[in-house]
């Protein structure tokens, strides 16, 4: 809750912090290294299946982590808050050890 309440005054944004959003959903079942590389390569992505936002030149971004465990892909999606406008995004499917990456 903490941690919540010092991220929003550093993004400058008012909002009302519930439980609900403060746990955060992680992916269990990802071998360990594979896992510690795409937190190194992709450190400025939450590290849990989510969104962060950051101001960056005054502009707002959402970087956000999803995955989709069916098809064991990991998609790391950068994108301005206000049009939803991507930057960035990177599909990574996980084939035990292996990462490939489909963009």
Same mark, same amino acid.
């Given at each position: 809750m903490e941690y919540a309440k010092e991220y929003l005054k550093r993004i400058n944004r008012q909002a009302k912090i519930s439980p609900d959003y403060v746990e955060k959903e992680l992916i269990d079942d990802m071998d360990v290294e594979v896992s510690n590389t795409l937190l190194e390569v992709y450190h400025e *992505?939450? *590290?849990w299946i989510g969104t962060l936002e950051k101001i960056e030149d005054n502009i707002r971004y959402v970087y956000e982590k999803s995955y989709n465990k069916e098809e064991s892909i990991v998609t790391f999606k950068k994108y301005k808050y206000d049009?939803? %406008? !991507?930057?960035e995004k990177y599909d990574i499917? !996980? %084939?035990g050890e292996n990462l490939i990456y489909l963009n």
């Open positions: *992505y939450p *590290y049009t939803g %406008e !991507i930057v499917k !996980i %084939e």
